[in-house]
């Protein structure tokens, strides 16, 4: 009942800057939490960064200062912009946002993930 789509990612150079949207869509009541994971070969996903329902942020440690969390005045579209990208960063992301259904049943979803590569 709720849909993710990403879009964003894509291959950029050390130092350089990449934006990645997740929208949600569907019968959302609403929304309480967005974030971002990602998760690159062999290894487990990882948390990013999120959003609270207020606009609170939180960041990983390894992103803080070069990425930032952001969503849409509606607040059902969720950004990631990353800047000073380094090939540590590359991995697939994925969002996830939680809230309530119209029928007023908890959801949690997920993108589809978006790739996200760092090289020169």
């Known amino acids: 009942q709720v849909q993710l789509v990403e879009s964003g990612g894509g291959l950029a150079q050390p130092g350089g800057s990449l934006r990645l949207s997740c929208a949600a869509s569907?019968?959302?009541?609403?929304?309480?939490?967005m974030g971002w994971y990602r998760q690159a070969p062999g290894k487990q996903r990882e948390l990013v960064a999120t959003?609270?329902?207020?606009?609170?942020?939180y960041y990983a440690d390894s992103v803080k200062g070069r990425f930032t969390i952001s969503r849409d005045s509606p607040k059902t579209t969720v950004y990631l912009q990353m800047n000073s990208l380094q090939p540590g960063d590359t991995a697939a992301y994925y969002c996830?946002?939680?809230?309530?259904?119209?029928?007023?049943?908890?959801?949690?979803?997920w993108g589809q993930g978006a790739q996200v590569t760092v090289s020169s």
């Open positions: 996830k946002i939680g809230g309530m259904t119209r029928s007023y049943d908890p959801f949690d979803s």
């Open positions: 569907g019968s959302i009541l609403l929304i309480s939490a």
């Open positions: 959003i609270s329902r207020a606009g609170s942020p």
